[in-house]
């Protein structure tokens, strides 16, 4: 019913940039906060970034000054914009909805709902 979708992560040298788009798409209501979670090898999941709806951003310590995150509420789309990265930032980066709302059937259903990821890689 609903879906997002990552897409522009890949491999690249330590100190260049990639940006990350997400779109989420179904039968969508409407969408609350959106934001970028990411992985690494034998870690757990950890935010990276995120963002409301009016625009209000956080970001991790580890990567403040060099990812900017914004999105397009009309477009359903989240976008992340790294710069300065480091071989540090490798991992599996997952987009989030928390929550969504849509159309399920008869009724509005509301979850946070996770993309499949894509995957980071930072080489030295």
């Known amino acids: 019913q609903v879906q997002l979708v990552e897409s522009g992560g890949g491999l690249v040298q330590a100190g260049g940039s990639l940006r990350l788009s997400c779109v989420a798409s179904?039968?969508?209501?409407?969408?609350?906060?959106m934001g970028w979670y990411r992985q690494a090898p034998g870690k757990e999941r950890e935010l990276v970034a995120r963002?409301?709806?009016?625009?209000?951003?956080e970001y991790a310590d580890s990567v403040k000054g060099r990812f900017t995150i914004s999105r397009d509420n009309a477009e359903n789309t989240v976008d992340l914009h790294m710069n300065s990265l480091k071989p540090e930032d490798t991992a599996v980066y997952f987009c989030?909805?928390?929550?969504?709302?849509?159309?399920?059937?008869?009724?509005?259903?509301?979850?946070?709902?996770w993309g499949p990821g894509t995957q980071v890689t930072v080489s030295s």
């Open positions: 179904g039968s969508i209501f409407s969408i609350g906060r």
């Open positions: 963002i409301t709806t009016r625009g209000r951003t």
């Open positions: 989030a909805a928390e929550p969504i709302t849509y159309y399920a059937r008869t009724r509005l259903e509301t979850d946070n709902l």
